[in-house]
């Protein structure tokens, strides 16, 4: 099962890895990405200053849509050429999110 999996490993079969991450599939996932956003942006290059300042100005957001706009910043801030599934997934993989990740490998995002 994917969740049995631990920080720096993950499925070997998801091969929509290189699509474009969508805003469905941020908003899907940042409830699993929950407090762990700050250190996913962190392994996505984000820089500090821009994370610290989403922080502020979702400071009264639930934690759930301050990674949703986080997501959503970081998928503005490189472009579709680095807004991979296969980023955000690495990135997830680093810091823990297993389920974030199973929802993405199951492709749970999609209508």
Not at 26 to 45: D, E, T
Not at 83 to 104: F, M, P
């Amino acid at each position: 099962m994917f969740s049995d999996y631990s920080p720096g490993e993950g499925p070997t079969d998801c091969s929509h890895f290189n699509e474009v991450v969508t805003q469905g599939l941020c908003l899907h996932i940042s409830p699993y990405v929950g407090g762990n956003w700050k250190r996913a942006l962190r392994n996505l290059s984000m820089d500090e200053t821009t994370i610290r300042n989403l922080d502020e100005d979702f400071k009264n957001s639930r934690v759930a849509d301050k990674c949703y706009e986080a997501l959503i910043a970081w998928k503005e801030s490189v472009g579709s050429q680095r807004a991979t599934i296969k980023n955000l997934c690495d990135a997830l993989r680093r810091v823990g999110c297993s389920e974030a990740l199973k929802c993405i490998e199951e492709r749970q995002y999609v209508a």
